[in-house]
C-alpha cells in the first residue's frame, strides 16, 4: 500500500482526488489539504511515499513545497497548467496530471508510482552485486560493476555498460531507484554515473573512462561531497 496525501487549494478539486483515490486499491489516503502548510506539518510527523499536489496555489506553489520538504517522497503534479511540466519532471515527479484527468490517467500515474516503490523495496539495505533491468518483455540481470552510466532519453533510459548498451522504459526517477545510491550518484538531470568508473573530474565534467559527462549546477554540490570522500 502506498501511503498518500493530497494538497490542493480548491476543495472541488480535492474532491475530485478523493473520489479518484477511493478507486485505487493499493493508495491508503492518510489526509486531504487545502492548506499547504498544514500538509507541511502533517509531514514533520508523518511519513508517507506519495503526494498527489497541486502546482497553483497562493502562498507557495506545489513546487516550491516540494523543494522545501528534506528527502521528499514521490510526487504526481496535478495542475490546470501545462508550463511547468519540464521544472516538475526536472524535480523527478512521477508524472504530470492536467486538470482535469480522467480516472484512467489518474490510474496510470498511480501505477507508476506503485512500480517505482516496488523497486524501492527491492533495493536492500546491504548492495547487491547484480540488478535486474526491464528489457522489452523480459527483465535482463546486469552486474553492477559493468554499469558505467545511465543516461535519460524522453521516457527511456540507456545503461551504458563496459560491453554494451541497454534500453529500457524506466524513467530517471526509476533508474536512481533501482541504482544503489552508494554506487550510483545522478550528477545531471539526464545522467546517473558509476562512481568507481570515474577516471577524471574537471570543474563542470565528469569524465567516465574516455568518455566526458556534463555535471549540471544543482547537481555540483553532491559531486563535491564525492570528491571529498574518495
Not at 55 to 64: F, L, R, T, W, Y
Request: hydrophobic letters at 45%; aromatic letters at 10%; one cysteine or more.
Amino acid at each position: 500500500m502506498l501511503t498518500t496525501i493530497a494538497i490542493d487549494d480548491e476543495p472541488i478539486a480535492l474532491d475530485v482526488v478523493k473520489n479518484l483515490a477511493a478507486k485505487i486499491p493499493f493508495l491508503s489516503m492518510k489526509g486531504f489539504f487545502t492548506n499547504a502548510f498544514e500538509a507541511a506539518e502533517f509531514l514533520h510527523h508523518q511519513k508517507v511515499d506519495l503526494i498527489l499536489l497541486d502546482i497553483k496555489m497562493p502562498d507557495i506553489s506545489g513546487i516550491d513545497f516540494l523543494q522545501s520538504i528534506p528527502n521528499p517522497p514521490m510526487v504526481i503534479f496535478t495542475t490546470a497548467y501545462s508550463e511547468h511540466a519540464v521544472q516538475s519532471f526536472e524535480l523527478n515527479a512521477i508524472d504530470y496530471l492536467l486538470k482535469p484527468f480522467s480516472l484512467s490517467r489518474f490510474l496510470k500515474a498511480c501505477n507508476k508510482a506503485q512500480e517505482q516503490w516496488e523497486l524501492r523495496q527491492h533495493n536492500p539495505t546491504t548492495l547487491p552485486a547484480a540488478i535486474f533491468i526491464k528489457n522489452g518483455y523480459g527483465q535482463q540481470r546486469v552486474e553492477l560493476t559493468d554499469i558505467l552510466y545511465a543516461e535519460s532519453n524522453g521516457n527511456y533510459m540507456q545503461f551504458v555498460l563496459k560491453d554494451k548498451k541497454i534500453t529500457s522504459r524506466l524513467t530517471m526517477a526509476e533508474a536512481e531507484a533501482l541504482l544503489p545510491a552508494a554506487s550510483f550518484i545522478r550528477i545531471h538531470r539526464s545522467y546517473i554515473i558509476s562512481k568507481k568508473q570515474v577516471s577524471k573530474i574537471e570543474k563542470n565534467s565528469v569524465w567516465i573512462q574516455q568518455i566526458e559527462l556534463p555535471v549540471g549546477a544543482s547537481y555540483a554540490a553532491e559531486v563535491a561531497k564525492m570528491i571529498a570522500a574518495s
